[in-house]
């Protein structure tokens, strides 16, 4: 499958992967060839061993949200675009906080995506404020998006 910025992933299925159609649970061969997915789960490089599969309402997200969203796709030697957007806690510091997982890590994810569609999540980490920091890669820019603990998004950059 392919993100909204065209970078190719690999999406394994997980014997506990659950599907889900808006608000109603589905199955993966409910699934058609071209839907939009949320896909969240476990990376390793661009693989995604999928936990929850998300099928996204038509207009409301993928790839025509991403260039609204202001998603610059990943240009290998492009220069950065990189700016800040929102507000970012005043004491991070990259590389700074404690890594999240579960139900708390999904959240922050999928929140990060619905804003930010086209790139792959590799980690969620909790700051020293109670806010999460989602880190976002495979596009320039973001490369960090700020979750608060209501999951909505307050910055990037």
């Known amino acids: 499958m392919a993100t909204s910025a065209d970078q190719e992933v690999t999406v394994d299925e997980a014997p506990s992967t659950t599907y889900q159609d808006g608000t109603s649970a589905t199955t993966a061969s409910a699934i058609a060839k071209g839907d939009s997915v949320l896909v969240l ?11 929850q599969v998300i099928v996204q309402p038509t207009g409301g997200g993928g790839a025509a949200a991403s260039s609204a969203a202001g998603v610059i796709p990943f240009q290998r030697g492009a220069p950065s675009t990189a700016k800040q957007d929102g507000r970012i806690p005043a004491s991070y510091t990259e590389g700074s906080g404690t890594i999240v997982s579960g ?23 909790k700051v020293s404020t109670g806010e999460y920091e989602v880190h976002y890669i495979g596009v320039n820019w973001p490369h960090h998006i700020f979750v608060d603990q209501s999951f909505k998004i307050v910055g990037a950059d």
């Open 41 to 51: 789960g476990m990376t390793s490089g661009t693989t995604i061993t999928a936990a």
């Open 103 to 125: 139900t708390t890590a999904n959240k922050a994810t999928e929140a990060a995506l619905s804003a930010y569609p086209g790139g792959v999540v590799d980690r969620v980490v």
